[in-house]
T-cell receptor, first 113, second 113 residues
Framework: DAGITQSPRHKVTETGTPVTLRCHQT?????MYWYRQDPGHGLRLIHY???????DKGEVSDGYSVSRSKTEDFLLTLESATSSQTSVYFC????????????FGEGSWLTVV | QQQVKQSPQSLIVQKGGISIINCAYE??????FPWYQQFPGKGPALLIA?????SEKKEGRFTISFNKSAKQFSLHIMDSQPGDSATYFC????????????FGAGTILRVKS
């Protein structure tokens, strides 16, 4: 357990509704990431953060926004959920002090109906 | 554009056999190549990683072979065990640019007892 807590772990929501996934870490790591996992695609980076209030887009950022107001929390928001955003979402953390290892959370299963 | 291509998609190996998973990359700026293991319902966990200054790294039954000129790297699991049955992902990143991992599509390994 790398000290990462994702919430909620499972959620079913309707198309067009906003959804926020939360990632909380207890490791004080600088870098935080949100990935989505889909069959045949592996994991793809949505957004990442390199410090408080410092975020940038990843490979599949359209339809997603993020915020990081504290070192320990990284929020992923789907402003208006679509069925194509049905996926498993993983939060991850890393820091130079951890030898560049990226640690993943347990995942959040999101279904958009 | 898939920057990291992984093969095979699935693999069945007898207990005690050698499992081999291959990956190829395109971006010559990549300087960190980890392999992740994922069990159903869990997040990916780092198995072993290599930097491009070495051609091979071994940790227990797991070995990474790296061929910089061919832009390929592979994971070898010696004496494969049923407990090794999982999904394996190769990945690559540029460490100085936030260590944003680009993943292969994954290989589902089943070790038959």
């Amino acid at each position: 357990d790398a000290g990462i807590t994702q919430s909620p772990r499972h959620k079913v929501t309707e198309t067009g509704t906003p959804v926020t996934l939360r990632c909380h870490q207890t490791e004080n790591h600088r870098y935080m990431y949100w990935y989505r996992q889909d069959p045949g695609h592996g994991l793809r980076l949505i957004h990442y953060s390199y410090g408080v209030k410092d975020t940038d887009k990843g490979e599949v950022s359209d339809g997603y926004s993020v915020s990081r107001s504290k070192t320990e929390d990284f929020l992923l928001t789907l402003e208006s959920a679509t069925s194509s955003q049905t996926s498993v979402y993983f939060c991850a953390i890393s820091d130079w002090q951890s030898g560049n290892t990226i640690y993943f959370g347990e995942g959040s299963w999101l279904t958009v109906v | 554009q898939q920057q990291v291509k992984q093969s095979p998609q699935s693999l069945i190996v007898q207990k005690g056999g050698i499992s081999i998973i291959n990956c190829a990359y395109e971006n010559t700026a990549f300087d960190y190549f980890p392999w992740y293991q994922q069990f159903p319902g869990k997040g990916p966990a780092l198995l072993i990683a290599i930097r491009p200054d070495v051609s091979e790294k071994k940790e227990g039954r797991f070995t990474i072979s790296f061929n910089k000129s061919a832009k390929q790297f592979s994971l070898h699991i010696m004496d494969s065990q049923p407990g090794d049955s999982a999904t394996y992902f190769c990945a690559a990143s540029v460490l100085e640019y936030g260590n944003k991992l680009v993943f292969g599509a994954g290989t589902i390994l089943r070790v038959k007892s």
